[in-house]
């Protein structure tokens, strides 16, 4: 039984502060000067582009005349691609600095209506390229002058049925920035408007709860901390409630909208239509969860047990399990372990990686006020992988997250150096897998440095911990977002309630008859940025699965190879064909299954090393 002494020392540690943007070490942020030497240089490119794209009308009806022409035009929408991706990072890693910097966000306000007209002037060729015959367009393919464009130009041709009329096209090309306005709104709201006020946390100390630190104070051993972090929290999320509903239903049936005007069936298969990815592998994912929930409800049984608690929460669900192992590790600390753990990838893939870590400043590490919370990978093809944490020194699963988004990073890092532009943009559903493989490199590298009980049962309940997050959890998002999108598509009214109710079918589901659910945890489903871009978060169970799979085949044979040219593939191939290559089909439930029998193994292994 784990008792605490909750009074507070007579002389309190003065308030923790998050800093502003200004007062950050210049060495803890990103440079983005590759990208651009400063604001005015964004400027100047932005200037000259807003006259340069308009010479995209000189191949307004012309593509049926050859495929020298199609080339042309392809090569200068390419060009434009490019200058739009570098000038598109820039402005969104200037206003993730500080969302409330009124000057990124008009530059960003700015450079989105930019993007209206290039839209709409870029929007007749994709119908013109559709409207040729078949044997026209097998003829173009045969070309040498279209020899570097075959792949996406067959990818292009997948979409023919899904594709409109040039003056509809143009009017979805218009409509795009309002379309996409919630998730603009959520992201204000939450990041900025919205105050959660303070805590005390462990030490006695008063801490900003933020999105940000919310996740720090719900690991700390004072049930009592992490009961009040989660009660103020939700109670902000309460003042808002009907706002982020309707910006949340307003996703949904924008999601709606663009699948029935593209003559989709439904807003998930048009989601995953362009990935060639079946219906059948979300389905199958979910009714694998389904039908493991059991081991997930004996490990709630057993955190509640090893904790000491009458009754357990979900912010209970966050602390580690294994009292008395504190963990507290610097950034350099944690580029170190990360680093030596990816050791099997090869030399390149390290040095590479270490240098964008430290001297070559890809990450910017540390919260500030309106920064955006959580982390990623954002690199393209011209510009350094940059990568955005929230690093915490006593948050353990902040290293996990930090080799996660290298993941991204390095995957980016080899595809623009294998493919071509136009191919190297990899999918989500591909994202996914290179991010989880290092975690789990990690965590086998931190059990073989260690012969400590004790240890070794603190890294197997991460282990534990990071597959509910990350397989049961998202999975149950998943199934959320299905069952709202579905909800629309039959003409049902999506309210906060309906919402609220389909949400708290899920957690009873997924934490089982013994979880103590608050009432007020049913507005999680209000505060999940991925809902805002649907269809997404089952991809980090699909691609956990993947990456155990392809991390124990490099690990027992010590040859690294074929994931490498994974790595190296980008967008070439349909991530289904990609993998499959690497050594894993998603088509078969095998991997997935085998992921939730590592879950369960691994309850019962906790449960005998806690004994």
């Known amino acids: 039984m784990m008792f605490w002494n909750s009074a507070v020392a007579e002389e309190v540690p003065a308030a923790k502060k998050t800093p502003l943007r200004s007062e950050v070490a210049v060495e803890d942020t990103w440079d983005l000067t590759p990208l651009f030497a400063d604001d005015a240089a964004w400027e100047a490119d932005f200037t000259a582009l807003g006259s340069d794209y308009k010479k995209i009308a000189e191949y307004r009806g012309r593509i049926a005349e050859g495929a020298a022409v199609l ?128 805590v005390r946390d462990d030490k006695g100390r008063e801490v900003e709860l933020t999105q940000s630190s919310f996740s720090s104070l719900l690991v700390q051993r004072n049930p009592a901390v992490r009961r009040e972090a989660f009660e103020k929290f939700y109670a902000e999320f309460d003042d808002h409630k009907f706002t982020l509903a309707s910006t949340l239903a307003s996703s949904v049936r924008a999601d709606v909208f663009n699948a029935r005007a593209r003559n989709y069936p439904s807003a998930r298969e048009a989601a995953l239509f362009r990935d060639d990815v079946p219906v059948s592998v979300y389905d199958s994912l979910i009714a694998s969860v389904r039908r493991n929930l059991p081991a997930l409800h004996r490990y709630y049984e057993l955190r509640k047990r090893l904790l000491g608690l009458d009754e357990i929460h979900h912010y209970d669900t966050y602390v580690p399990i294994v009292d008395g192992v504190e963990t507290h590790y610097t950034w350099d600390q944690a580029v170190d372990m990360v680093i030596e753990a990816l050791a099997p990838l090869g030399t390149e893939y390290t040095t590479t990686l270490e240098h964008g870590l430290r001297e070559g400043r890809w990450c910017d590490r540390y919260e500030n006020k309106g920064k955006r919370s959580g982390a990623f990978s954002y690199g393209t093809y011209t510009s350094p992988p940059y990568i955005m944490m929230n690093y915490k020194e006593d948050v353990f699963s902040d290293v996990f997250t930090l080799a996660h988004e290298a993941g991204h990073s390095m995957h980016t890092w080899h595809s623009t150096r294998a493919q071509s532009y136009q191919n190297y943009h990899y999918p989500i559903f591909l994202a996914e897998v290179a991010s989880t493989f290092n975690e789990e490199l990690l965590l086998h590298h931190l059990l073989g440095k260690t012969d400590d009980p004790k240890m070794r049962a603190y890294l197997i309940s991460r282990q534990i911990d990071d597959f509910r997050g990350t397989l049961f959890r998202q999975t149950m998002f998943a199934e959320f977002e299905k069952l709202t999108h579905e909800a629309e598509e039959a003409g049902e009214a999506l309210t906060l309630d309906t919402m609220r109710s389909i949400y708290r079918g899920l957690l009873d589901a997924y934490f089982g008859p013994d979880f103590a659910i608050d009432d007020c945890l049913s507005l999680e489903c209000l505060r999940i940025p991925h809902f805002y871009s649907a269809f997404y978060v089952y991809k980090y169970a699909t691609g956990l699965s993947a990456a155990v799979a392809l991390s124990d085949q490099v690990l027992k044979t010590g040859d690294a190879t074929r994931y490498i040219g994974f790595l190296k593939s980008g967008g070439s191939k349909f991530p289904i064909d990609t993998l499959v290559d690497a050594g894993v089909d998603m088509r078969k439930p095998d991997a997935v299954d085998a992921a939730l029998a590592i879950f369960a193994k691994r309850v019962d292994e906790l449960d005998e090393l806690m004994k």
């Open 71 to 198: 080339a042309e035009a392809l090569e200068f929408e390419k060009s434009i691609d490019m200058r739009v991706e570098a000038l598109n990072q820039f402005v969104a890693l200037r206003t993730t600095e500080d969302s409330s910097n009124s000057e990124a966000l008009a530059r960003e306000a700015r450079f989105q209506a930019l993007c209206v007209h290039i839209g709409e002037a870029f929007s007749f060729l994709g119908p013109e390229i559709q409207a040729l015959d078949d044997a026209t367009f097998d003829a173009y393919l045969a070309d040498p002058a279209l020899a570097e464009w075959t792949i996406p130009l067959k990818k292009l041709r997948r979409l023919k049925p899904h594709t409109l009329s040039a003056a509809e096209e143009r009017l979805l090309a218009l409509g795009s920035t309002a379309m996409a306005g919630h998730s603009e709104t959520f992201s204000q709201l939450t990041n900025v408007d919205m105050k959660f006020g303070t």
